[in-house]
């Protein structure tokens, strides 16, 4: 019987099934439950790491250690953990190491879609890129067995609709590993660069003998049909293609795309009439089948056709080929007999269903997301908002401060980068506007701070720029999911952890100036920042309020209600953007079922006209 | 690969989208089809859309429903079904809940919520079944199964016999909300069932 199982949740059972003893990982999405799901299994140690590339250093002192290990992360994720990967390529396993990068095509939760494809040509490292969840366990398994075998940490890469998207998967029984006892090995895991230069020589052996193996790799295949057009393409291209051309093309279905298999390529191009490269984002495999400097009778197609940014879906595909395959061929492929501008694709696959012109899209009122009822990072961004003051922003749900009607970000650059950014910012306008009070102020979450900006406070304080900033401490990771944090108290499994003491901290690295302020309060929020710019140093603020959808820390509060006799129909509490105020005629109401009584919205009334509910009704009475 | 069924469940982040869906997916996992489904995670709790796609065939390649391609969109809020009404194939039918839910732009009174959906949709000649599943919750006592409402409303649109689909619904929910589900899902039948 198989079971329905993310790509996500398949990584994490091939990596289980495979004997594997230590998994970490930051979290981001599409990466998340990669981690998530491995911690239900005892057997394994598993582990958020406060960065990736903590994360990786882990797993590659677990796997030199004698255990295989796994670690995983979202793309740029990979940014971060780019030093330990480049190296964990010289000093190669004992153990076998399996590192996850979850590709986001789409941007749909990231700030950029780069293709990490680009990392394993780079370290030289093999790829292995999986197409549904089935192929994310299998090759999460075999993984694991090519690490060992190679002496080589392997990419797995997988994009969100992989990560996320689910199908039927057979799973099988945990196979324990055993890996050779430690022994001190300098001449391969000290790189210096006596050791670095001859281990540069061994890894461009090893990728000979990679490259070897991914020609006769099951995880490559070929599937004949029609040979008048064959296609090369990896990953959930290859599902969007089979969609759209079914057996009216032939595929060469690379799960091993690098090293590349030069000769299984050249034989299946050697064979079609004509070479389509179907993939998402760069082109990749375009530019290994181009090297082959092979001539075939049509040119090979690739990202002339297929679209170079965004994500695709069948329909992109379709309509993309539609145009090729019929100037190929002065006819529709697949239509026998039909004229060159009948536009009778209908017999290729989905492709003439698919490449229909279809329904307009229907112009209705966004739906952006915003900040939850009760949540913390509300009040601090509606005082910033009203500030001359430039916002160095960060990535987490707080990044939603920039979004109207608060509108308080200039810049949201990458995770950790608020303090740092915000330091050149505040040298910067010291620099042209000297004698001026003008200030920056960096915000920037809890695990974001422990994540990488701890770093740029250090720089702050060290180098004495003014730049003032807010740690905006809801307890958790919340825009990922509420995964767990140094400073939250509890591990991944659950259980309770040392908790790191964020003032403390602040003041260790130098800063002397420490304020932790109610960030439900608004006078104290707009109090603690006058102080701040009143001072010319660094210094930092400390907003400690819960997420309002972290459970165990949630407080029971009576929810809020508008009198509708003082209130003056200003309409000024819209501008806190809350979820449970909505206007209803002039009036506005607040949906008690919404409403979590955090009372910034009573707070910006300048009539008292917003009570919580027991006064209100007791004036009632 | 035209024989495969592409449903498409809309709503708003905490409305049970992903809950019906995963019954749905048990559904059609049991009677032996293939499945993919796809949602996208990420800003789903902080009031944004979500949607899911559901495909299921004999065998399913693509993981996600292009545009035209939908034969059923299932709709967890009014505004919701028009924002992905470009889904559905010609001949496709959306069954949808008549339930407003303000975005942002309505909220902080910078944009009305729109009140000529249902004539858009039917002066564009868009197939849709309208009624009021958060209606029905309530009057079964809890607002929060119209999730379970609306796929009792779906199932009488598929050729799958109710107790397969009280099959799943037991594999999916937990025992302590069963009997409350089960009783939304045979309401909801009975809102399409004529
Ligand atoms: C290098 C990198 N790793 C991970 C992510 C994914 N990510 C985005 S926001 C975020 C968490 C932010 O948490 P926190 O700083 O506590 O803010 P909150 O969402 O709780 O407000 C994560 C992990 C990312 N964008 N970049």
Redo the contacts between chains.
């Keep these: 019987m ?3 199982m993310s790509g996500n949740e398949a990584i994490a059972r091939g990596a289980w099934e495979a004997g594997v003893r230590f998994a970490s990982a930051y979290p981001g ?2 990466s998340t439950e990669i981690l998530e799901n491995m911690a239900k299994y005892q057997e394994v140690r598993s582990q958020w790491s406060v960065n990736e590339k903590t994360a990786l250093e882990a797993a590659l002192g677990a796997s030199l250690g004698g255990v295989r290990a796994l670690c995983a992360m979202k793309h740029v994720g990979l940014n971060v953990a780019a030093d330990p990967l480049f190296s964990s390529s010289y000093t190669g396993v004992n153990a076998g190491l399996v590192i996850v990068t979850a590709d986001d095509p789409g941007c ?2 990231s700030q950029n879609e780069q293709d990490n494809r680009y990392y394993a040509q780079a370290a030289k490292l093999p790829l292995l890129e999986p197409s ?1 969840s089935q192929e994310a366990l299998d090759f999460a398994r075999t993984a694991f067995e090519l690490s060992e075998e190679y002496d080589t940490p392997v990419l797995l890469r997988v994009t ?3 990560a ?5 998967v057979a799973t099988g029984p945990r196979t324990e590993a055993t890996a050779p006892a430690y022994e001190r090995t300098m001449a391969k895991h000290v790189l210096v660069p006596a050791v670095a230069r001859p281990r540069h020589a061994a890894v461009e052996e090893r990728l000979v003998q990679l490259q070897a193996y991914a020609e006769s790799s099951p995880m490559n295949r070929i599937e004949w049909g029609s040979r008048r057009l064959g296609v090369v393409s990896s990953g ?1 291209a290859y ?2 293609a ?2 759209v051309l ?1 057996d009216n093309a032939s595929y060469l279905k690379l799960g091993m795309s690098f090293p590349f298999p030069d000769a299984l390529a050249r034989s299946f191009i050697s064979q079609v009439e004509q070479v389509i490269v179907v993939e998402e984002l760069e082109p990749f495999l375009e530019q290994a089948v181009r090297a082959l400097g092979i001539d075939v009778k049509h040119p090979i197609e690739g990202k002339s056709l297929i679209p170079l940014t965004g994500e695709l ?4 595909v ?1 309509l993309s080929l539609a145009p090729a395959l019929a100037a190929a061929e002065g006819r529709p492929l697949g239509t026998a007999s039909a004229p060159p501008d009948s536009g009778a694709l209908g017999t290729v ?2 492709l003439g ?2 490449s ?1 012109p ?5 112009q ?9 009822a009760g949540c913390p990072h509300r009040g601090v961004f509606y005082e910033l908002g009203r500030l001359p003051v430039m916002v160095s922003g960060d990535i987490g ?1 707080y990044a ?1 401060g920039a ?3 608060f509108a308080a970000m200039d810049t949201c650059i990458d995770m950790g980068a608020s303090i740092a950014a915000g330091l050149g910012f505040q040298t910067a306008l010291d620099i042209l506007r000297p004698g001026k009070p003008a200030r920056t102020i960096a915000v920037i979450g809890d695990s974001t701070f422990f994540h990488s900006g701890m770093t740029g406070l250090l720089d702050a304080a060290y180098n004495s720029v003014g730049v003032i900033t807010i740690i905006l401490d809801n307890r958790i990771t919340a825009m990922t ?1 509420h995964q767990e944090n140094p400073g939250s108290g509890f591990a991944l499994s659950g259980a309770p952890a040392r908790e790191a003491q964020l003032a403390a901290l602040v003041r260790a690295i130098g800063i002397e100036m420490v304020q932790t302020v109610d960030p439900f309060d608004l006078a104290q929020v707009r109090e603690a920042i006058a102080v701040a710019m009143g001072d010319p140093g660094p210094s930092v603020i400390i907003a400690h309020g819960p997420c309002a ?1 972290l459970r165990r820390l949630a407080v029971k509060r009576l929810a809020y209600q508008v009198d509708q006799d003082t209130c003056r129909k200003c ?1 000024a509490c ?2 806190v ?3 449970a ?3 209803e005629g002039d009036n506005v109401q607040i949906d008690a079922e919404t409403c979590v009584g955090c009372g910034i919205c009573s707070q910006v009334c300048r009539f008292d006209s917003i009570r919580q509910a027991r006064a209100a009704e007791g004036g009632e009475e | ?2 024989e495969t069924t592409n449903a498409m469940l809309v709503g ?2 905490g409305q049970g989208t992903i809950l019906a869906s995963r019954v749905l ?2 559904l059609l ?1 049991d009677a032996g089809f ?10 789903a ?5 979500v949607t899911t796609h559901v495909r299921f065939g004999r065998r ?5 429903i ?4 939908a034969h059923f969109i299932l709709a967890f809020e009014c ?2 079904a ?2 992905h ?2 889904y ?2 010609e001949d496709g039918v959306i069954i949808a809940n008549t339930r407003r839910i ?13 009140d000529d ?1 249902a004539n ?2 039917a002066g ?1 000649g ?1 197939d849709v079944r309208w009624l009021d599943a958060s209606a029905v919750a309530a009057g079964l006592g809890n607002v929060r199964v119209e999730n379970t409402v609306l796929l009792g409303a779906f199932s009488t649109f598929l050729a799958f016999p109710e107790d397969a689909w009280k099959q799943a619904l037991r594999t999916v929910i937990p025992a302590k909300h069963i009997e409350l589900n089960l009783a939304a899902f045979a309401a909801g039948r009975r809102l399409t069932q004529q």
């Design positions: 198989k079971t329905l999405t599409p749909h939760s549904d969100t609709r992989v996320h998207g689910k199908s039927p959930v599902q969007y089979r969609e079914g879906d069948s329909r992109t379709a696959g989905e269903n698919l229909a279809g329904r307009e899209a229907e209705v009122v966004g739906r952006p997301p915003m900040f939850c749900c939603l979004m109207p009607p999911g959808l309409k819209l501008r953007a809350c979820p105020l909505c206007v | 690969m035209s708003v982040g997916a048990q996992l293939d499945v993919k489904m796809s949602e996208v995670h990420g800003m709790q902080r009031g944004g859309s399913v390649a693509a993981p996600t292009s545009p035209g391609q505004m919701e028009a924002r009404s470009h559905l194939r303000p975005s942002l732009p309505i909220l902080i009174g910078r944009e009305a919520y729109p959906i858009r949709l564009r868009v």
